[in-house]
């Protein structure tokens, strides 16, 4: 559904995006992970024909985003990071002016906005104006807008960054019933926990490169430890616990006032007893992934 080759987007002297190839089957769900200024947001464009690549092949359902910018256009459903809502109408008008502008008629207009706001839980504010629903409801409403057109494909940049745990919930729900409709998604976040529970497949992306990619699970075992242990001192010990686990050969870091220690062979690591310290062990996670990954994560490089 979406293919793209050594894609590069120059902004002046910056490369936000530095040869980017990967692809995204029919129903697949694909995430991008990477910190700040990764270039997420920026590919997320190109693919969404809003932008033009610098060099490079970018093809979207069947069409080259080049050269058929406004067929691709027509065929998205898009949810930038920011909502983009137009404050000056109510919520439904929001969503009808898009499937009008987008080549509905208006009759058609208001029966799927019906529809779209009755799936995402909003049809009680139907007549609110923008500016007096929360937060959540922006973003879900936003969400809403990008299915009026029915898209084969859907890019959602942070879908729920801002929502509280039952918005980011309901959300997830929606998104996993939209998935087992077919739909293929191509989402950005910098949740791990989002990106393990929706995504099929995950490239984490770096400076503009994706760095690695694969499933969720492919990538605890490349990049992640079976169990990782976590360090709580119970007493000002932290220095001591840290030579210790350098002369033992862990990868470690500091989460806070913890620290949480990997073997670096995968396994589980058998962590010398300590005075002062409480030991208790998780299971190797995407964080873990994604910090090791991006460069920033385990050990004393
Ligand atoms: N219109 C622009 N003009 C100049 N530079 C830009 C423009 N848009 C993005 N950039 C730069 O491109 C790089 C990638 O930005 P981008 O917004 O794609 O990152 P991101 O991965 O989405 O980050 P975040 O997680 O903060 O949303 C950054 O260095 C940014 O400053
Ligand atoms: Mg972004």
């Not at 990071?81 to 109510?90: K, M």
């Not at 007549?127 to 929360?134: F, G, K, Q, T």
């Given at each position: 559904m979406i293919r793209g080759r050594d894609i590069v987007k120059r902004f002046g002297p910056t490369t936000?995006?530095?040869g980017v190839t990967f692809d995204v089957m029919k129903g697949e769900t694909y995430g991008l992970l990477g910190p700040n200024g990764a270039g997420k947001t920026t590919l997320m464009r190109l693919l969404s024909a809003l932008s033009p690549l610098s060099s490079g092949g970018l093809v979207v359902a069947g069409l080259d985003?080049?050269?058929q910018g406004r067929a691709v256009r027509e065929r998205l459903g898009v949810v930038t990071?920011?909502?983009?809502?137009?404050?000056?109408?109510?919520v439904r008008q929001n969503l009808e002016t898009h499937g009008y502008f987008s080549g509905l008629s208006r009759r058609e207009s208001r029966r799927r906005a019906a529809e779209v706001l009755a799936f995402f839980g909003l049809s009680d504010r139907a007549?609110?104006?923008?500016?007096?629903?929360?937060g959540g409801m922006k973003r879900r409403l936003a969400i809403a807008r990008a299915f009026m057109m029915a898209p084969d494909v859907i890019i959602l940049d942070e879908p729920t960054t801002g929502l509280d745990p039952q918005g980011r919930n309901l959300v997830w729900d929606k998104l996993a019933a939209l998935k087992a409709s077919g739909v293929t998604i191509l989402m950005s976040t910098h949740y791990m926990e989002e990106a393990a529970a929706l995504c099929d497949r995950i490239a984490i992306m770096h400076q503009g490169r994706i760095l690695d990619e694969g499933t969720p699970d492919e990538l605890i075992e490349r990049h992640a430890s079976v169990e990782v242990a976590q360090l709580r001192m119970v007493t000002d010990v932290k220095a001591e616990v840290q030579a210790a686990l350098v002369a033992a050969g862990y990868a470690w870091r500091e989460v806070g006032t913890m620290i949480h220690v990997a073997a670096r062979d995968g396994q589980r690591p058998q962590v010398p007893p300590l005075e002062g310290v409480r030991v208790t062990y998780r299971p190797g996670n995407l964080e873990d992934v994604f910090l090791a990954v991006a460069g920033k994560g385990l050990g004393e490089e």
């Open positions: 936000a995006v530095d985003v080049t050269r990071q920011q909502d983009g809502l137009d404050t000056d109408l109510t007549h609110d104006d923008i500016d007096h629903l929360s």
